[in-house]
C-alpha cells in the first residue's frame, strides 16, 4: 500500500502559477506511474497528468497542456504540478494518485490522496 498526501493548493489569481506536491510514503516509490486528478464541483473526476516511474513517459490533458508540468524526484518520494496561466475553469480538487502502469483511466489507480482544493479568481 501507499500512502499520498497532497499539498500546495490555495486560492491563486487567474493568469496566476500554481505548484502542487504530492508525497508518498509506503512500498517503493519508484515502482510506480503517478498521474494528477481533477473533480470540479458538479463534475465528474478528470485526468490532469501523467508521469512514468523513471519520468520517461509523460502525458497531459488537453485541458492543461502547454500550462502544465509535471515532474517526480524519486529521491523525494514526490511528485509535482506546475500549473501557469491558471484560469477559474481550474478551479477544482485536486488528486494525486498511482499505479503499476501509466494510464488516463483513474479506475486504474489502486492508490489515491485524499485530494486539495485549488481555487482560482478572476
Known amino acids: 500500500q501507499v500512502q499520498l498526501v497532497e499539498s500546495g493548493g490555495e486560492v491563486v489569481q487567474a493568469w496566476d502559477s500554481l505548484r502542487l506536491s504530492c508525497a508518498a510514503s509506503?512500498?517503493?516509490?519508484?515502482?510506480?506511474?503517478m498521474s494528477w486528478f481533477r473533480q470540479a464541483p458538479g463534475k465528474e473526476r478528470e485526468f490532469v497528468a501523467a508521469?512514468?516511474?523513471?519520468?520517461?513517459?509523460?502525458e497531459y490533458a488537453e485541458s492543461v497542456k502547454g500550462r502544465a508540468t509535471i515532474s517526480r524526484d524519486n529521491a523525494k518520494n514526490t511528485m509535482y504540478l506546475e500549473m501557469t496561466d491558471v484560469k477559474p475553469v481550474d478551479t477544482a480538487i485536486y488528486y494525486c494518485a498511482t499505479g503499476p502502469a501509466l494510464t488516463t483511466d483513474g479506475g486504474r489507480y489502486a492508490n489515491w490522496g485524499q485530494g486539495i482544493q485549488v481555487t482560482v479568481s478572476s
Open positions: 509506503g512500498r517503493p516509490f519508484t515502482w510506480y506511474s
Open positions: 508521469i512514468s516511474w523513471m519520468s520517461g513517459t509523460i
